[in-house]
């Protein structure tokens, strides 16, 4: 055995010499790389601005840089700086380049999920009018993500043609997929409010629509916040589903006209807590302190959340604040505690008022 | 010719800014994040500054307020990707002379930098 030590001592310290030798060697690799892209990239950004500063489309573009992700970054960073003349002329250097074929070539299926992901984020900044069509083909692509990136590319480019596409496509997808989806709809602004308000019109008489995909379009028009979506809302808030009325409840709340208060105050007295909740939320938004003494109604209610949130929004409202010091001497323990809690938060509460709780916190 | 002072974390942003300030006749001394940029005002003298509000190490107005307390005043024009009215109200309050939105035409902002500085 004693022989063999001095072996085993040599064997272990030469593993561990050539472990250390391989780390640094990693960290020396890792570290060239990383100055190697620093300096592509300078490369690219001092390239591009000197075309654009000077104004001169080169002849041709070496044809590795299309393929580079760090041009790639090199030419968006530029796209999103600069407008006017500036903004054209790279455009132009984007055809010039032929950047967006070859991104086009790596969205494709063969390549692996990773690689098209980046493409395909690359090609949605970079994305002018001719690319609408490609971009709609990508709605029906097998993966969700690209399917997400085109529906925000379609967006970005206004294409308000595609909104009924993707509204149809929440149909068809999982439940997170429509949420993410549905993200999407605001970037195609107050244009998208027509055929968004067309396409639930349409769903309601379908037997497929499903309440999530309606509910979002309604959150949608109410993150638009244009009038001409509030007929949309004020149907979808005196529909027979609950989901489309809670999102309508929201919406109308950001459109603020009198038909919606109107509404929202009839809501108030929904069988469904969550429509109660909403709406007495909702009319926050309208800061219209007439409302005051019917929101006050609402600290009885008997759930906890909606008279949570009319004393959130008694809180906002003017004249909300007296009413919610009315209500501390209200004999509903749980309409006082609402009151007594929100003046509380607001550092409004009368001396000589215990913020305890008297029922909640038993 | 003034000496302007550009600070801005990305580098497209500073390349173009300082090729047309520099093609203007002007000297440009560029930096890429607030704190240099704190700096350069204080060692260098400096007549006009373009700062990005959302820098490493220090806001925009964070380094103009930094800059008022030991007491220098130059014009500074804010660039921000922002679009929201109480920051453009906050940067006006803090001391800024101008408030430039991003995507920046670039001719625009270096004929607005000539005006102020025709009327320093």
Not at chain 1, 66 to 82: E, K, S, T
Not at chain 1, 94 to 113: A, G, H, T, Y
Not at chain 1, 308 to 336: C, I
Request: aromatic share 6%; proline share 4%; net charge negative.
């Amino acid at each position: 055995m004693d022989e063999l030590l001095p072996v085993i001592t040599l064997l272990m310290a030469t593993a561990t010499l050539i472990a250390g030798l391989t780390l640094v060697a990693v960290k020396l690799a890792h570290r060239i790389i990383l100055v190697g892209r620093g300096v592509r990239s300078a490369i690219y950004i001092a390239a591009l601005g000197e075309m654009i500063a000077t104004k001169l489309l080169p002849s041709h573009m070496p044809r590795q840089w299309a393929r580079d992700r760090l041009f790639h970054q090199a030419i968006i960073d530029y796209r999103r700086l600069l407008s006017g003349d500036d903004g054209e002329f790279v455009d132009e250097l984007i055809k010039r380049s032929k950047v967006l074929p070859s991104l086009r070539r790596r969205i494709q299926p063969p390549w692996l999920n990773a690689i098209r992901l980046r493409a395909i984020g690359s090609y949605v900044a970079l994305a002018s009018q001719q690319e609408i069509p490609y971009l709609r083909s990508l709605l029906t692509d097998r993966n969700e993500f690209v399917r997400f990136h085109a529906a925000h590319g379609l967006g970005r480019l206004g294409d308000v043609a595609s909104v009924p596409l993707i509204l149809d496509l929440c149909v068809r997808v999982r439940a997170w997929e429509v949420a993410k989806l549905a993200d999407s709809l605001p970037l195609f602004g107050r244009e998208a409010v027509y055929p968004i308000c067309r396409w639930i019109d349409l769903a309601w008489q379908s037997p497929n629509s499903t309440e999530q995909a309606v509910a979002e379009a309604a959150r949608t028009l109410g993150l638009i916040g244009d009038l001409d979506a509030e007929m949309t809302l004020l149907e979808l808030l005196e529909s027979d589903r609950r989901e489309w009325r809670i999102a309508a409840a929201s919406a109308l709340g950001r459109i603020g006209s009198d038909s919606s208060r109107f509404a929202l105050l009839r809501a108030l007295r929904d069988e469904s807590w969550e429509v109660r909740a909403r709406s007495v939320r909702a009319l926050a938004y309208l800061a219209d302190g007439s409302v005051a003494p019917i929101v006050s109604g609402l600290l009885s209610d008997s759930q906890w959340w909606v008279r949570q949130n009319a004393a959130e929004t008694l809180g906002e409202l003017p004249g909300g604040v007296v009413e919610l010091t009315k209500a501390l001497e209200s004999e509903d323990h749980f309409a006082a505690d609402a009151a007594r809690n929100q003046l509380a938060e607001l550092r409004l509460l009368p001396a000589g008022v215990s913020p305890r709780l008297s029922v909640e916190t038993q | 010719m003034a000496r302007i002072l550009v600070a801005d974390d990305a580098a497209p942003v500073r390349v173009l800014l300082v090729r047309h300030l520099q093609a203007a006749g002007h000297e440009v001394v560029d930096v890429g994040d607030g704190p240099a940029a704190f700096e350069a005002g204080l060692n260098r003298e400096i007549d006009l500054a373009v700062l990005d509000q959302i820098m490493p190490g220090m806001l925009g107005t964070e380094v103009i307020a930094a800059w008022q307390k030991q007491g220098i005043e130059f014009p500074v024009f804010l660039l921000t990707a922002i679009d929201d009215v109480d920051t453009v109200v906050h940067s006006f309050e803090m001391g800024a002379a101008d408030y430039v939105r991003k995507p920046v035409n670039m001719a625009e902002l270096t004929a607005r930098i000539n005006g102020r500085l025709r009327f320093k």
